[in-house]
């Protein structure tokens, strides 16, 4: 039986297939139609669907539409507020509004018969997709799942207990009390767009949080039995857009007695310090949601997903600050993770079939042929070379201070860049991460950049109180052990932590080749890592990676077994 799940509400578009409750394929459509996010994020268009995505999951299992039996659908109109204008505010306009918006999202059913399809399409509740990627994905038979983002219908936060095949839906914090909006918010008040939580989590580690934290909880507060609120009066979620992204910062500049950092200006140690103050509240309010969970699942396992899951910070803190012993933590916590949760919540909540298989890796897109990897060197016209030995080769490259674009096998699914779609270079070199962050991925300087570790060395080099399954995706900080920072100072934020990857023989056997190869040389397991794109979506494609390659000050192009150096072709 073949169960697809789709996400296009909103942002991160993405597509999913499962045959008997295994994950075939899963893909975001930024990654094919080059536009970040995979469409404009607007209320009208829930039905634009991430048709390069679908196409690609059905080509790589060599079926049609009509051989699916279900699709899965990340949003359920039904759970809208009857009263939306008294629920959002006025930004989302009256009931016959939010009406349109629900039958946008019902013409996803006529779109895909339109296609071929002819089974039946479910509307999963948002959040309930969140939870069944993360728990369905696990290895756990029995876990507490935590949901937080900016929204999903109604709430932005939401607790589930997982057994077996099914999820118990446990409580739900409602709308305005909004993690993810009040990022967004901030993020925006910063300077940034309102996407940019990523950056501004990073910028966190400089500041000093207690400057700032109690203006954050006037606006936050902690209630009972794991609930929290939000004054919405100063914070004007409602007034959030993302085309064009921004909101109405005059509350909080009144908050903080400053006005809103203009995009170009310099930041100052205040923006820095209401960063960290923002990163510590996240942390209490989080820490505070997973105690109650624990106390009401009765597990030791543990699960999260939704946009705030991103937040790597926070996965340490309420990982090894609860009793939980286990940790999952969905690959593609954002929303294109809804687009797999879909699919497992029908294959085995719905349908009740037993069958599961843990997502151990997240390298489920596109891959390409040696055939395929030439033909795009050939219409470039470049020099390039064939190196049966690449791990070595490459690893010797980076040892020389060389930036390497490492392009191979399938894509990850997910923001994080995981060895198959990466830059690489040396950790040891103290000016690499100023290096790739202005001249190569032109970005901010407070941009940390993340090891990849051989996972059988990772605790020789970082502090690790819990061992987390979320490192190998990327998705948890660690500090670094006292007496190695200075050995890797390229991937050592000002804060002593690393975003860290920990990479296993087992699930990427070239990748693990490469740091092996590098520590042969060096004595150091690591490798820098950071995404292979400059302002734009991850590569998908040989001819994404050499565009990108030819377009930057990146030294060497690795397609497969093939080797591009810039020199050979000025």
């Known amino acids: 039986m073949y169960v697809m799940g789709i996400n ?44 390069n995505a679908i196409k690609h999951c059905l080509e790589s299992e060599g079926i049609t539409f009509e051989q699916v039996d279900y699709v899965g659908y990340s949003m359920n109109p039904e759970k809208m507020p009857e009263k939306p204008e008294e629920f959002f505010g006025e930004e989302w306009g009256n009931s016959a509004e939010v009406d349109k918006f629900c039958q946008k999202i019902y013409q996803v059913d006529n779109k895909l018969k339109a296609m071929g399809f002819q089974g039946e399409t479910r509307w999963i509740d948002h959040h309930t997709a969140h939870a069944a990627s993360a728990f369905y994905a696990s290895p756990f038979k029995h876990s507490a799942v935590l949901v937080v983002d900016g929204i999903g219908e109604a709430s932005s936060s939401s607790f589930y207990i997982g057994k077996d095949n099914k999820l118990e839906f446990l409580q739900e914090i409602l709308y305005p009390a ?20 990523a950056k501004v989590m990073g910028l966190s580690a400089y500041g000093n949080p207690q400057r700032y934290l109690n203006q954050f909880r006037k606006i936050v507060k902690i209630t009972p039995d794991g609930q929290f609120s939000m004054d919405n009066t100063i914070l004007n979620f409602d007034t959030i857009t993302y085309d064009p992204p921004e909101a109405d910062c005059r509350g909080l500049e009144q908050l903080f007695g400053l006005p809103k950092r203009q995009h170009g200006e310099d930041l ?33 396992n543990l699960c999260v997903a939704g946009g705030v899951a991103l937040n790597c ?12 012993s286990k940790l999952y933590v969905q690959p593609a916590s954002h929303d294109a993770g809804t687009a797999i949760g879909a699919a497992f919540f029908i294959w085995n909540h719905i349908l009740e079939n037993k ?8 390298y489920l897109g596109p891959s390409f042929s040696n055939k395929d990897m030439q033909a795009a060197l050939d219409a470039h016209q470049l020099n390039y070379q064939y190196v049966d030995e690449i791990e070595q080769k ?37 000016d690499m991460q100023a290096i790739l962050n202005h001249k190569v991925k032109h970005r901010e300087y407070f941009r940390p950049l993340a090891p990849s570790v051989l996972s059988e060395e990772i605790g020789n080099w970082f502090e690790i109180k819990k061992q987390t399954s979320a490192s190998d995706f990327m998705l948890v900080t660690y500090p670094a052990k006292e007496e190695v920072r200075k ?25 693990h080749r490469l740091i092996s190869e590098f520590y042969r040389i060096t004595g150091v397991p690591i ?15 040989p001819n994404d990676a050499i565009n990108t390659f030819l377009k930057t000050k990146i030294d060497f192009l690795v397609l497969g077994n093939f080797l591009v150096s810039k020199k050979d072709n000025l």
Request: hydrophobic share 35%; with cysteine; net charge negative.
């Open 8 to 51: 296009s509400v909103f942002h991160e578009s993405a597509a999913c297939l499962l045959k008997d409750g295994e994950i075939l394929v899963a893909a975001e459509e930024e990654r094919f139609n080059r536009v970040k996010h995979g469409k404009k994020p607007r209320q009208d268009n829930p039905d634009e669907l991430p048709l």
């Open 178 to 197: 909004s993690l993810g909006f009040l990022w967004e918010s901030v993020s925006h008040w910063l300077g940034f767009s309102v996407y940019d939580a």
């Open 268 to 300: 100052t140690q205040e923006h820095e310090d209401v960063a960290a103050a923002l990163q510590v509240i996240t942390d209490e309010v989080l820490l505070h949601m997973t105690k109650y969970l624990y106390d009401q699942s009765h597990s030791p």
């Open 313 to 324: 910070v926070s996965n340490r803190v309420i990982f090894e600050e609860t009793e939980f």
């Open 355 to 362: 069958q599961r298989k843990a997502m151990t890796h997240a």
């Open 394 to 430: 490459v690893a010797s490259l980076i040892s020389q201070d060389n930036i390497v674009s490492f392009f191979q096998g399938r894509m990850e699914i997910g923001p994080r860049a995981l060895g198959n779609r990466s830059l690489l270079a040396d950790p040891r070199h103290p």
């Open 487 to 511: 050995k890797i100072p390229a991937v050592v934020h000002v804060d002593g932590t690393s975003r860290v990857q920990s990479v296993k023989q087992e699930t990427n056997p070239r990748y």
């Open 527 to 541: 490798l820098l890592n950071t995404s292979f794109n400059d302002n734009e979506p991850i590569v998908c494609t």
